[in-house]
């Protein structure tokens, strides 16, 4: 069993930044997978950014060069950098982790918004 938790959500304006962050209740480095997922009202669930437990990374193409996704193992925490947002980046943003089976954090809105 894998609890997440997400903070770091909020309104920004565009332009702006904000960092998410996702806490596991185990090691991360033991999580195959995690990532930060968005889900907008009347779009389905996409993945933003992943890394694995070996340090690839890979991006949705909508946000390469705006966000980054790093891992503190003494916190066993995933961050997701954003910068740049635009309004199209509002939605609400999921952590996810893939181990043995996928888990889900409860989600932390994102809005982007002048």
């Known amino acids: 069993q894998v609890q997440l938790v997400e903070s770091g959500g909020g309104l920004v304006q565009p332009g702006g930044s904000l960092r998410l962050s996702c806490a596991a209740s185990?090691?991360?480095?033991?999580?195959?997978?995690m990532g930060w997922y968005r889900e907008a009202p009347g779009k389905q669930r996409e993945l933003v950014a992943a890394i694995t437990s070996g340090g690839s990374t890979n991006y949705a193409d909508s946000v390469k060069g705006r966000f980054t996704i790093s891992r503190d193992y003494t916190k066993n925490t995933v961050y997701l950098q954003m910068n740049s947002l635009k309004p199209e980046d509002t939605a609400v943003y999921y952590c996810?982790?893939?181990?043995?089976?996928?888990?889900w954090g409860q989600g932390t809105q994102v809005t982007v918004s002048s």
């Open positions: 996810n982790a893939n181990y043995a089976r996928m888990y």
């Open positions: 185990i090691r991360i480095l033991t999580i195959y997978r």
